[in-house]
């Protein structure tokens, strides 16, 4: 039989008669006692040794205690002095007790409290009588013998009653401890008699070991697999990708297409075509980006002509115009899209794919940009979460069965959808949910149906409904983020990307 | 959103609701779409609310709203108005940018502080809303005792009202008259230079050769759209108001001037009509007609997804302060109301803003109401509500009436098939492939400053090499940090490792994302691309430990690189490459400068890419 060495000594210095602790076997082999411990389990696993364990008590002396064990308690030093100084026949004053006993400090009143708890006299106007008694051994006080027995390892035999005294003066300490120990089974003396040798122990697996066949007869060292590793970090994908992929799978599953176009464009596809007026106050320079660059010439004549006349004049017989200014040029400007609704109009209006029949379904996950302060939920650029559904008819309730199917995949519950208005969409509601974690009733989006001077310019002759949400507030909601630029831009934390949990 | 501040005791009195308290109060307001934002210091409640109901910029309008909520009030209500004893000439003199006048005299008011309050409140959200800052309307509220009408110009026929106004230009350095919150008179030109209102609205009027003006037989009392002369302040003791509106939209200030009327009906005026007299014809403001829509049936059930009978949705157009009769019918009328008026009367005699009513609408021609589509209902508008536009717009007043969160959501029964774009799905497989090789995947602004682009990686635009193009620029940036769209990717992953220098190396840090020049052979002026950019910033980061992942790269989608050496003013001349995939230039490789290290704080090497992401594709 083979053993790693420390099995081996271990095995050797056992006995089958005697008991013995753990810790006097580690002592006597000269090895660590956590590594002796660790071969006796093992040992016991194969049989050879059997390990009992009890817990025991271990009391110890505290830095106090081992210097009143040395110069005496303070009560009793105090007793000494005054009887040397004959107050055991008339009062002696304090202050020259304190000195004869070198008491110092908060010695001193440790030394008059107990003085007093032992009934070793009285102590009156500062003065110090001895009781009367006889049987006073100054050499047999049961606490400083107590602390002796404690110093000598001895305390199993003392009262506990002590000991809680001097356990509650702080001048010891008790501690639990598992103590094991061992003795030699039948198989051990057996193997032993039968001889085992030590096996050999290598570090590294090297190809020569594997393939002469030597690990066979190898041990291999222990390592100390508790100690911490280097760091190291790998790539990760960036939180809000993950975030914008996870909705994208949820879209996709429930049948939308992804739709892709500029981030710069006319206003005519970023606003005119949504019937915005030209103008509505978002459209004014200092909430958009317009761009340095000429006028946008290739737009649809026809559909520039149909929105114009959506914007001056309505659609429908019953239908009224915008009473505001409507300006060719402006609708030719470029700026960077303050929403991807700009990629909806122009996928409605079969520019980007061709003409749709319903039904469709489309979404996007792209950046947009408005003329924003920066501060922590606030960005310059963010990522817009726009989609529609394209129907023959489509009524609100099918937009609040989409919606809260689409929540729900994010733990977002009990929708409410609260009327608003937008100019375009009508009937309009701001979504409102149940944050997962707070339970607060939080804003989660803008939805509606198309309003017809937005499709009929178009030539969607069908139900169309849309809702658009940021996608870094669905990122904070599910993440807790407070500071959303620690995530997005070159601002950014690295040690916070790196170490940001995985959402699956 | 505009923000109205309100005090709750005097919308409970205004509004009948004596008996709410403050949180019954919000959550009816909310129902309405009001927001209960907070209080102001006086315990007023701050409403937020979207600009699509501007008739409840005031008080009085929010009360009205909750009276028909709660069923105090249904239908159509239209104030009286007594004929017309003023009149306002519009003179030649005008200026051409701004032709429009309208007013009304609002008699018998009991102005308290609050109610004064009030009015000047209303004034500002109408200013700033639907008078786009006084642009395109802008309000006068005057003391009609302090006025003196001249008398009618050239109105021979002599039976229109004897007293006029007039509506004129002025020269900038012409007739005087002292501003409110002021002493002294003044010319409008130097109201301009001198008075704080003046200089915030003078852009409105500076380039006019003639600043409109409106006089009375006394003199100018008013400088729209600045401010008002002192003369005909209105106070607590006014009694009597002229109001009057000027712009560049009949429509707007007319609807401007309807919100305000109804506002001081509410509080017991009397209004008045006046005659607005232009070279080519009279006007009677204020114009209190009512607009009538057509709505069917079958669009309020299909569009809520809910079966309603007809005297249900006549029941919520009611409650929603409409009136409507099924069309055709007005004998056979579903609805309990006794006083249902003639339709065909009514509809003569409002005016049609757009459009000829050529043909029969809907297809309901030859059929009357209550054919296989359902009924066709005739709906009357009052004249406060500028937010309807089409009848869809009263599908969502019955859909508000009725409770829209009443309504059970349902899945549409609708089936489409769902996929990705192809270029995002090429963009996800390439981020994939520099996560494998250990990147950290970035993601930054697209908008940044020349000083970043090019300054600080001693580039230049003109350079003919990655990144060395013109940008495309924001006109009228906030900030300086952000004025340009980035024309290369490197930039910003060099921020990111100036901003993180604490952090633990190696940082390996990539990036696809939006890059764009200025180009004039785009339909948009502008070419977009998505840019692969990647740094590698460790002690011993070199040429080619960045030429063997974009290597890994080009072999994971099959595409063949070739490096041939080129020069790039951001990295280490002999040291730098031109990233050649399948036989296109895309991109550059290299280790980079040390003065644009230094530039960064950077203490160690980085080696970099940059390539665009269409070099992957088949």
């Not at chain 2, 005031?58 to 004929?83: F, K």
């Not at chain 2, 009611?318 to 004998?331: K, S, Y």
């Amino acid at each position: 039989m083979r053993l790693p060495e420390t099995q081996l000594a271990l095995l050797e210095a056992a006995s089958a008669t005697e008991t013995k602790t753990v810790a006097q076997l580690a002592e006597e082999l000269g090895e660590d006692p956590a590594a002796v411990t660790r071969a006796a389990f093992e040992l016991a696993e194969e049989g050879l040794l059997a390990v009992e364990e009890h817990v025991a008590e271990t009391v110890t002396l505290t830095e106090e205690g081992r210097r009143y064990r040395e110069g005496g308690l303070p009560e009793l030093r105090l007793r000494t002095a005054a009887a040397e100084a004959g107050a055991d026949g008339s009062a002696v004053e304090m202050g020259q007790l304190i000195g004869d006993a070198e008491l110092d400090g908060p010695e001193v009143d440790i030394a008059l409290s107990n003085f007093a708890r032992k009934g070793y006299g009285e102590i009156d106007g500062g003065a110090v009588t001895l009781a009367d008694d006889p049987t006073y051994d100054p050499d047999a006080d049961p606490e400083a013998e107590a602390l002796e027995a404690v110093a000598n390892d001895e305390a199993g035999y003392l009262d506990s009653g002590v000991l809680d005294r001097l356990e509650s003066r702080g001048l010891l300490e008790r501690t639990e401890t598992t103590v094991r120990s061992v003795t030699l089974t039948d198989e051990g003396v057996t193997a032993l008699m039968e001889g085992v040798e030590a096996a050999e122990t290598v570090g590294a697996i090297t190809p020569e070991l594997l393939t002469s066949g030597e690990w066979t007869d190898v041990e291999f060292a222990e390592y100390n697999v508790e100690a911490d590793a280097e760091t190291t970090y790998g790539g990760k994908e960036h939180i809000l990708r993950r975030t914008a992929n996870r909705v994208k799978d949820v879209l996709v599953g429930m049948g939308f297409r992804e739709m892709e176009g500029p981030h710069a464009d006319a206003d005519f596809w970023i606003n005119d075509c949504l019937f915005m007026p030209q103008d509505h106050p978002a459209r004014t320079h200092w909430d958009r980006f317009a761009m340095d660059v000429p006028p946008m010439e290739d737009l649809p004549e026809d559909l520039v002509e149909r929105v114009e006349d959506a914007h001056r004049n309505g659609v429908g017989p019953d239908g009224d115009g915008y009473h505001s200014p409507w300006d060719e040029g402006f609708a030719r400007a470029v700026a960077l899209r303050g929403h991807t609704t700009s990629l909806s109009m122009r996928y409605l209006s079969g520019h980007a794919v061709g003409d749709l029949e319903p039904p469709q379904r489309y979404f996007s996950v792209q950046k947009v940009y408005r003329n924003d302060t920066l501060d922590p939920t606030h960005l310059l650029e963010f990522f817009q979460i726009e989609g529609w559904v394209m129907a023959e008819e489509l009524s609100v309730r099918d937009l609040m069965g989409t919606f809260t199917e689409f929540y729900e995949q994010f733990g977002i519950t009990d929708l409410e959808f609260k009327p608003h208005y937008n100019p375009y969409t009508e009937p309009s509601f701001e979504l409102f949910g149940k944050h997962p974690e707070t339970g607060e009733l939080i804003e989660i989006g803008n939805s509606g149906i198309f309003r017809e001077e937005v499709l009929s310019p178009l030539g969607v002759e069908c139900d169309v409904m849309a809702w658009g949400l940021a996608l870094e507030r669905l990122l904070m909601l599910m993440y807790g983020f407070e500071d959303i630029r620690d995530v997005h831009g070159t601002l950014c934390d690295l040690d916070l990307l790196r170490n940001v949990e995985v959402v699956y | 959103m505009p923000v109205v501040d309100v005090d709750p005791e005097e919308l409970r009195t205004l509004a009948g609701a004596e008996d709410k308290s403050d949180e019954e109060l919000k959550s009816d307001l909310f129902a309405l779409g009001l927001e209960f934002e907070g209080e102001t210091d006086d315990g007023e409640f701050e409403l937020e609310f979207a600009p699509d109901r501007l008739d409840r910029l005031s008080v009085e309008g929010i009360a009205r709203s909750l009276r028909y909520q709660y069923g105090h009030d249904r239908g159509v209500y239209i104030p009286d108005t007594n004929d017309a004893e003023w009149a306002i000439e519009v003179d030649e003199s005008v200026p051409d940018e701004r032709p429009y006048v309208t007013g009304a005299i609002v008699r018998g008011l009991d102005l308290d502080e609050r109610r004064l309050e009030s009015l000047i409140q209303l004034q500002e959200k109408l200013h700033a809303t639907m008078g786009r800052d006084r642009a395109k309307g802008a309000i006068g509220v005057h003391d009609l005792a302090m006025l003196k009408g001249g008398s009618p110009g050239n109105d021979t026929e002599n039976n229109g009202p004897q007293k006029t106004i007039t509506y004129r230009g002025v020269d900038p350095d012409g007739d005087r008259f002292v501003p409110l919150d002021d002493d002294a008179d003044r010319t409008p030109a130097e109201v301009l230079e001198t008075h704080p209102v003046g200089e915030t609205y003078g852009d409105l009027v500076t380039d006019l050769d003639r600043y409109p003006a409106i006089y009375d037989d006394i003199g100018l009392f008013s400088f729209p759209p600045v401010i008002n002369g002192k003369r005909t302040e209105v106070d607590e003791g006014s009694r009597d108001l002229l109001i009057e509106m000027t712009g560049t939209d009949q429509w707007t200030i007319d609807r401007m001037l309807t919100i305000v009327c109804y506002a001081l009906d509410a509080r017991g005026g009397q209004i008045e009509a006046v005659d607005v007299r232009y070279p080519d014809g009279t006007v009677r403001r204020p114009d209190l007609s009512t607009d009538t829509k057509r709505l069917e049936h079958e669009r309020i059930e299909t569009t809520l997804g809910v079966d309603l009978a007809g005297t249900e949705v006549i029941d919520l157009l009611e409650r929603a302060g409409l009136d409507a009769e099924p069309e055709g019918e007005p004998g056979r009328d579903e609805t309990s109301r006794a006083d249902a008026v003639d339709t065909d009367v009514e509809i003569e005699s409002v005016p049609k803003r757009t459009g000829s009513p050529d043909t029969a609408p809907g297809g309901s021609t030859d059929a009357p109401a209550g054919t296989d589509e359902g009924p066709v209902y005739e709906v009357e508008i009052p004249p406060y509500r500028v937010d309807v536009l089409h009848p869809m717009d009263l599908i969502d007043d019955v859909g508000r009436a009725h409770g829209f969160n009443d309504l059970e959501p349902r899945y549409p029964d609708v089936s489409t098939v769902g996929g990705r774009h192809e270029g995002s799905r090429l963009e996800d497989a390439a981020r994939d492939a520099l996560v494998g090789l250990g990147f950290e995947d970035l993601l930054n602004f697209h908008l940044t400053s020349e000083a970043e682009l090019f300054d600080r990686m001693s580039l230049s635009p003109d350079d003919d090499t990655l990144g060395g193009l013109e940008p495309p620029t924001i006109t009228e940036p906030y900030s300086e940090a952000y004025t340009v769209v980035r024309t290369w990717a490197l930039p910003s992953l060099l921020s990111v490792l100036e901003n993180n220098t604490h952090r633990a190396y190696p940082q390996d840090l990539a990036e696809i994302g939006l890059v764009a020049a200025v180009d004039e052979s785009e339909p948009t002026g502008v070419a977009e691309h998505r840019s692969v950019a990647g740094v590698l910033a460790r002690t011993d980061a070199s040429y080619e430990d960045a030429k063997a992942r974009v290597a890994a790269i080009a072999r994971a989608f099959g595409v063949e690189l070739e490096t041939p050496p080129t020069d790039h003013p951001s990295f280490v001349a002999g040291r730098t490459a031109e990233i050649v995939l399948d036989g296109e230039p895309v991109g550059v490789i290299g280790e980079l400068h040390p003065r644009v290290l230094v530039e960064r704080d950077l203490e160690l090497p980085v080696a970099a890419f940059e390539f665009r992401l269409e070099g992957l594709a088949d």
